[in-house]
């Protein structure tokens, strides 16, 4: 009697067995089907938590490049002449608009230059004059005329009696005479035009070299950082300032050759950069792909728009671009839920549970976070493996 009743407990106690099994089967299978990787996924319990078994996602595989945030107009302020630095604007983080005067050189010599030039003008100008009033008398009342005879007497007696004696022998043309007096003043007029326009030209060259002295904004921006101060000597080619537009940012990342492929101008990366300033990752959109590879590490170099308010200028940037090289393996990307990797410093790890059901700390490289929870693994991880969901604190390698 008693033994039939032993039977039937131990009945019932497999069928409440084989019932738990079950729900935890169809447990396993919806949090599969919430995670969207598969119904081959499990949980397992263990001291130290839930353990998930890494199973292969068919998303997309992507690379994590690391990028600098830099300004969408950006430009270095140097110096185009020698001298000493008399002015600056403002310090690290003020603001100006287009034209503001931002650096000033030292230009005393240059209006010293120019005054004497302006004089070496006026003296051309009137030297052009004085050959014009030459040209005119020349060519009204002719030297030719009034130059004395061979004979040395009066001027009335030799037109008279030399003149034409020395034209019949041919000894002397009047003709050629004045011709030649002609020219002789042309000449003075043009030597006095040429010094003008050389005059002018020195001027125009200090007038630039003054408009070199002074630094304006370019368009509106602030001041990045400057590498001078008020009394110090530049030459040509410092830098002093260098000055930016960041009222939009972007993100500046070198990718090989071989993720090229996978991007296009005015695409938009979803939930693709993570900033070290920004808690959540978001959009960003390829601005520029430039058209020539990097000779020596055979990169090409990208540019991305970020959205406004989402960091500053020279913040580290994550961003994952599509690796369409490796479309033929995109299933066998692993996937691991965000709460399993822990930081060591940078480096993100995991806590796997090896053959003989103990912890074992593993390096990994973190992939694109999904919208679901979860995190592709790029290396480190194989399908198949199982790490701890949530490692506790006091975790350690081999417990």
Known sequence: M????????DLEINVLMINLRILQTLLAVLVAAVFGIGAAQAQEQNGFGDVFVVQASGRQPTVAI??????????????????RVKYIAGIEGDAFKEGALLVSIGDSELLARRAA??????????????????????LWSPKSRSAPGGMGIPNLFDQMFTRPAEDFMGERDRGAERSADLYASTTRIEQARSAIMRTRSEIQAIEAKLRDAKSLAPFDGMIMAKTVEVGDTVQPGVPMLRFADITWLQVELDIPARLITGLQEMMVLKKAAVFDDYAEPVDVRVAQIYPMADALRHTIKVKLDIPQGISQPGMYARIMIPDTSQAADA??????????????????????????????????????RLD?????????????????????????TGS
């Not at 008693?2 to 407990?9: D, I, N, Q, T």
């Not at 003989?356 to 694109?368: F, N, S, T, V, W």
């Not at 290396?379 to 949530?390: E, F, Q, T």
């Open 2 to 9: 008693f033994a039939g009743r032993w039977v039937c407990c």
């Open 372 to 396: 679901d929870g979860m995190v592709t693994v790029l290396s480190g991880l194989a399908p198949g493996d199982k790490v701890y969901v949530n490692p506790q604190p006091s975790m350690i």
């Open 331 to 368: 299933g066998s990307l692993p996937v691991v839920p965000v709460s399993a990797i822990r930081y060591r410093g940078s480096l993100p790890v995991v806590y796997v549970q090896n053959q003989d059901g103990k912890a074992e700390l593993r390096l990994i490289r973190e992939g694109r």
């Open 117 to 138: 030039a302006y004089a070496q003008l006026s003296s051309a100008e009137a030297e052009l004059r004085n050959a014009g009033v030459q040209y005119s008398r020349e």
């Open 66 to 83: 690391g990028g600098t945030v830099v300004p969408y107009k950006q430009v270095t302020l140097a110096a185009q002449i020698p001298g």
